[in-house]
Protein backbone atom coordinates (compact mmCIF):
# COMPACT_ATOMS: atom_id res chain seq x y z
CA UNK A 1 0.00 0.00 0.00
CA UNK A 2 1.07 3.68 -0.58
CA UNK A 3 2.98 5.47 2.10
CA UNK A 4 4.22 9.04 3.24
CA UNK A 5 6.48 10.23 5.22
CA UNK A 6 7.14 13.59 5.80
CA UNK A 7 10.89 14.04 7.31
CA UNK A 8 10.59 14.72 10.32
CA UNK A 9 7.63 15.98 12.91
CA UNK A 10 9.78 19.29 13.69
CA UNK A 11 11.79 21.79 12.19
CA UNK A 12 12.76 24.99 13.91
CA UNK A 13 14.42 27.96 12.15
CA UNK A 14 15.11 31.53 12.20
CA UNK A 15 13.30 34.46 11.18
CA UNK A 16 14.43 34.87 7.81
CA UNK A 17 15.36 31.57 6.50
CA UNK A 18 14.54 29.51 4.12
CA UNK A 19 12.48 26.47 5.76
CA UNK A 20 12.49 23.32 3.87
CA UNK A 21 10.01 20.62 4.55
CA UNK A 22 10.35 17.67 2.82
CA UNK A 23 7.37 14.48 1.41
CA UNK A 24 8.36 11.10 0.50
CA UNK A 25 5.69 8.73 -1.10
CA UNK A 26 6.04 5.32 -1.98
CA UNK A 27 4.47 2.57 -3.88
CA UNK A 28 2.85 4.37 -6.65
CA UNK A 29 3.19 7.56 -8.64
CA UNK A 30 0.56 10.14 -7.51
CA UNK A 31 -0.60 12.67 -10.21
CA UNK A 32 -0.58 15.66 -8.33
CA UNK A 33 0.57 16.33 -4.54
CA UNK A 34 -1.05 18.87 -2.09
CA UNK A 35 0.26 20.75 0.27
CA UNK A 36 -1.80 21.97 3.61
CA UNK A 37 -0.80 24.37 6.78
CA UNK A 38 -2.47 23.65 9.71
CA UNK A 39 -2.60 25.87 12.87
CA UNK A 40 -3.70 24.32 16.68
CA UNK A 41 -7.10 23.90 17.03
CA UNK A 42 -8.08 24.68 13.25
CA UNK A 43 -8.67 22.59 10.53
CA UNK A 44 -6.22 22.01 7.34
CA UNK A 45 -5.97 25.11 5.24
CA UNK A 46 -5.06 23.77 1.48
CA UNK A 47 -1.97 25.65 0.36
CA UNK A 48 -0.57 24.57 -3.33
CA UNK A 49 -1.02 21.62 -5.53
CA UNK A 50 1.32 20.69 -7.93
CA UNK A 51 0.86 18.06 -10.84
CA UNK A 52 3.21 15.06 -12.01
CA UNK A 53 4.49 17.35 -15.13
CA UNK A 54 5.36 20.36 -13.55
CA UNK A 55 8.84 20.96 -11.16
CA UNK A 56 8.07 23.53 -9.56
CA UNK A 57 5.16 25.72 -8.27
CA UNK A 58 5.48 29.41 -6.80
CA UNK A 59 2.93 31.35 -4.85
CA UNK A 60 4.26 34.59 -3.11
CA UNK A 61 7.30 33.10 -0.80
CA UNK A 62 6.07 29.62 -0.75
CA UNK A 63 8.09 27.14 -3.35
CA UNK A 64 7.11 23.70 -4.09
CA UNK A 65 8.70 21.01 -5.91
CA UNK A 66 7.56 17.75 -7.43
CA UNK A 67 10.67 15.12 -8.28
CA UNK A 68 8.36 12.26 -9.96
CA UNK A 69 12.23 9.64 -9.79
CA UNK A 70 13.20 10.63 -6.54
CA UNK A 71 9.23 10.12 -5.25
CA UNK A 72 9.38 13.90 -3.39
CA UNK A 73 7.94 17.06 -3.22
CA UNK A 74 10.23 19.95 -1.35
CA UNK A 75 8.08 22.73 0.06
CA UNK A 76 9.93 25.89 0.55
CA UNK A 77 9.06 28.82 2.53
CA UNK A 78 11.78 31.87 2.14
CA UNK A 79 12.19 34.80 4.82
CA UNK A 80 10.34 32.85 7.41
CA UNK A 81 8.86 34.87 9.58
CA UNK A 82 7.28 33.80 13.20
CA UNK A 83 3.61 33.94 11.60
CA UNK A 84 4.70 30.68 9.43
CA UNK A 85 4.67 28.38 12.52
CA UNK A 86 2.70 25.61 12.06
CA UNK A 87 2.36 22.15 10.88
CA UNK A 88 2.00 21.71 7.42
CA UNK A 89 0.74 18.56 5.64
CA UNK A 90 1.70 16.95 2.39
CA UNK A 91 -1.64 14.82 0.74
CA UNK A 92 -0.44 13.22 -2.81
CA UNK A 93 -3.61 11.80 -4.68
CA UNK A 94 -4.80 8.85 -5.07
CA UNK A 95 -3.04 5.76 -6.78
CA UNK A 96 -5.00 5.75 -10.43
CA UNK A 97 -6.71 2.30 -9.24
CA UNK A 98 -8.25 4.34 -6.50
CA UNK A 99 -9.32 7.42 -8.30
CA UNK A 100 -12.14 8.95 -6.82
CA UNK A 101 -11.45 7.75 -3.55
CA UNK A 102 -9.87 10.51 -1.02
CA UNK A 103 -6.71 12.04 -0.70
CA UNK A 104 -4.06 10.18 2.22
CA UNK A 105 -2.42 12.60 4.12
CA UNK A 106 1.45 12.88 5.75
CA UNK A 107 1.46 13.20 10.14
CA UNK A 108 2.77 16.53 9.39
CA UNK A 109 6.46 18.66 10.27
CA UNK A 110 5.54 21.21 12.34
CA UNK A 111 7.21 24.37 12.15
CA UNK A 112 8.34 27.11 14.21
CA UNK A 113 10.00 30.33 13.28
CA UNK A 114 12.15 32.52 16.43
CA UNK A 115 12.24 35.69 15.99
CA UNK B 1 -14.64 27.96 7.53
CA UNK B 2 -16.70 29.61 5.15
CA UNK B 3 -19.11 27.13 3.14
CA UNK B 4 -18.59 24.27 5.80
CA UNK B 5 -19.62 24.06 9.18
CA UNK B 6 -19.14 20.76 11.97
CA UNK B 7 -21.89 20.72 14.88
CA UNK B 8 -21.21 20.28 17.87
CA UNK B 9 -17.54 21.69 18.15
CA UNK B 10 -17.10 20.27 21.57
CA UNK B 11 -18.66 16.96 22.80
CA UNK B 12 -17.95 14.53 26.25
CA UNK B 13 -20.29 11.08 25.87
CA UNK B 14 -19.78 8.16 27.50
CA UNK B 15 -18.99 4.73 26.68
CA UNK B 16 -21.58 2.58 24.62
CA UNK B 17 -23.61 5.73 24.01
CA UNK B 18 -24.23 6.45 20.18
CA UNK B 19 -23.02 9.86 18.98
CA UNK B 20 -23.68 11.60 15.45
CA UNK B 21 -21.63 14.56 14.57
CA UNK B 22 -22.66 16.86 11.91
CA UNK B 23 -21.09 18.39 8.86
CA UNK B 24 -22.89 21.07 6.68
CA UNK B 25 -22.14 22.66 3.27
CA UNK B 26 -23.58 25.48 1.72
CA UNK B 27 -20.76 25.39 -2.00
CA UNK B 28 -22.81 22.66 -3.19
CA UNK B 29 -19.85 20.53 -3.39
CA UNK B 30 -20.14 16.74 -4.73
CA UNK B 31 -17.51 15.36 -2.56
CA UNK B 32 -17.56 14.89 1.07
CA UNK B 33 -14.96 13.56 3.90
CA UNK B 34 -14.47 12.24 7.44
CA UNK B 35 -11.26 11.99 8.87
CA UNK B 36 -9.99 12.40 12.21
CA UNK B 37 -6.41 13.26 14.15
CA UNK B 38 -4.83 11.93 16.38
CA UNK B 39 -1.41 12.58 17.77
CA UNK B 40 1.12 10.20 15.88
CA UNK B 41 -1.52 8.70 13.52
CA UNK B 42 -2.16 12.49 11.30
CA UNK B 43 -5.25 12.67 9.55
CA UNK B 44 -6.66 9.48 8.73
CA UNK B 45 -9.92 8.81 6.35
CA UNK B 46 -12.97 7.78 8.15
CA UNK B 47 -15.58 7.47 5.41
CA UNK B 48 -16.35 9.52 2.02
CA UNK B 49 -19.17 10.01 0.16
CA UNK B 50 -18.94 11.07 -4.01
CA UNK B 51 -22.71 11.93 -4.00
CA UNK B 52 -26.39 12.15 -1.79
CA UNK B 53 -26.35 8.07 -1.21
CA UNK B 54 -23.14 7.35 -2.44
CA UNK B 55 -20.23 6.35 0.34
CA UNK B 56 -17.63 4.25 1.04
CA UNK B 57 -15.37 3.24 3.82
CA UNK B 58 -11.77 4.44 4.49
CA UNK B 59 -8.88 3.06 6.21
CA UNK B 60 -10.22 3.33 9.49
CA UNK B 61 -14.28 2.74 9.31
CA UNK B 62 -14.30 -0.16 11.82
CA UNK B 63 -17.27 1.19 14.70
CA UNK B 64 -18.69 4.43 12.43
CA UNK B 65 -21.14 4.74 9.74
CA UNK B 66 -22.40 7.70 7.36
CA UNK B 67 -25.11 8.80 5.65
CA UNK B 68 -25.96 11.48 3.54
CA UNK B 69 -29.48 12.14 2.40
CA UNK B 70 -28.85 15.53 0.90
CA UNK B 71 -26.22 17.44 -0.69
CA UNK B 72 -25.32 19.84 1.96
CA UNK B 73 -25.08 17.51 4.82
CA UNK B 74 -22.81 14.25 5.81
CA UNK B 75 -23.48 12.30 9.03
CA UNK B 76 -20.85 10.70 10.65
CA UNK B 77 -22.54 8.33 13.85
CA UNK B 78 -20.21 6.69 15.92
CA UNK B 79 -22.39 3.47 16.60
CA UNK B 80 -21.25 2.72 19.93
CA UNK B 81 -18.94 5.50 21.04
CA UNK B 82 -15.51 3.57 22.99
CA UNK B 83 -12.37 5.24 24.80
CA UNK B 84 -10.27 4.33 21.32
CA UNK B 85 -12.79 6.82 19.55
CA UNK B 86 -11.51 10.28 21.66
CA UNK B 87 -10.60 12.37 18.62
CA UNK B 88 -10.35 15.35 16.71
CA UNK B 89 -13.28 14.42 13.69
CA UNK B 90 -12.79 16.97 10.53
CA UNK B 91 -15.00 17.09 7.64
CA UNK B 92 -13.68 18.34 4.38
CA UNK B 93 -15.54 18.99 1.24
CA UNK B 94 -14.10 19.27 -2.54
CA UNK B 95 -15.60 19.87 -6.28
CA UNK B 96 -13.47 17.92 -8.30
CA UNK B 97 -12.63 14.58 -6.22
CA UNK B 98 -9.97 16.86 -4.31
CA UNK B 99 -7.78 18.14 -7.69
CA UNK B 100 -8.51 22.03 -6.43
CA UNK B 101 -7.97 21.02 -2.85
CA UNK B 102 -9.76 20.40 0.16
CA UNK B 103 -11.74 22.78 2.15
CA UNK B 104 -11.73 21.67 6.11
CA UNK B 105 -14.07 22.58 8.60
CA UNK B 106 -13.06 23.59 12.08
CA UNK B 107 -13.27 20.01 13.70
CA UNK B 108 -15.23 18.22 16.43
CA UNK B 109 -13.07 17.58 19.54
CA UNK B 110 -14.35 14.34 20.59
CA UNK B 111 -14.57 13.05 24.29
CA UNK B 112 -15.38 9.16 25.11
CA UNK B 113 -14.99 8.92 28.85
Known amino acids: SQKIEQNSEALNIQEGKTATLTCNYT??????LQWYRQDPGRGPVFLLL?????KEKRKERLKVTFDTTLKQSLFHITASQPADSATYLC??????????????FGKGTTLSVSS | DAGITQSPRHKVTETGTPVTLRCHQTENHRYMYWYRQDPGHGLRLIHY???????DKGEVSDGYSVSRSKTEDFLLTLESATSSQTSVYFC????????????FGSGTRLTVV
Open chain 2, 92 to 103: AISSNQGADGYT
Open chain 1, 27 to 32: NYSPAY
Open chain 1, 91 to 104: APSPPANQAGTALI
Open chain 1, 50 to 54: IRENE
Open chain 2, 49 to 55: SYGVKDT
